[in-house]
């Protein structure tokens, strides 16, 4: 899973977003791979929300991107563990944890918590993701 977002970790959050994987459909078999697909779609949904709270342009821009990732990450990954829950495969660990022992969960043991760029890749062009509204007030 992709860690929480920080102050540590925003500067490449925002600017290394292009160097960060995507998985369009193409890049999996045709049937199959249900568990990897939905993981993908996460990843995906998430990459695409991050680059809209990037792009905010507010008088505290700094503290409103880290609440917007913040936002997006959570929301991300919630809407993963409903897909989840949605089949009748083996739930995701983190998932199955409810609260902050959610989040604390998908926030460790993690593959790039500096949210660096993969050298040589360039992500594809990916839809924008829909469903995704900043909240301000709840910063």
């Known amino acids: 899973p992709p860690a929480r977002p920080t102050t540590l970790n925003l500067p490449a959050i925002c600017s290394q977003g292009q160097g960060r994987p995507r998985y369009p459909e193409s890049f999996f078999p045709r049937s199959g791979a249900g ?8 990843i995906n ?13 507010t008088e505290d821009r700094d503290a409103a991107v880290l609440c917007c990732t913040r936002q997006a990450w959570k929301q991300a990954l919630g809407q993963f563990c409903i897909e989840e829950f949605g089949t009748m495969t ?4 983190c998932c199955r944890k409810q609260g902050d022992e959610r989040w604390t969960c998908f926030d460790s043991e993690l593959p790039n918590p500096d949210y660096l760029a ?16 900043f909240d301000p007030i709840a910063c």
């Not at 568990?35 to 996460?42: G, T, V």
């Not at 993969?118 to 990916?126: F, K, L, R, V």
């Open 118 to 133: 993969t050298p040589g890749y360039i992500a594809p062009t990916m839809p924008v993701e829909p469903d995704f509204a």
């Open 90 to 93: 083996a739930h995701y660990e």
């Open 45 to 57: 949904r998430l990459e695409s929300w991050y680059a809209h709270c990037c792009c905010l342009d």
């Open 35 to 42: 568990h990897f697909r939905r993981r993908a779609k996460a």
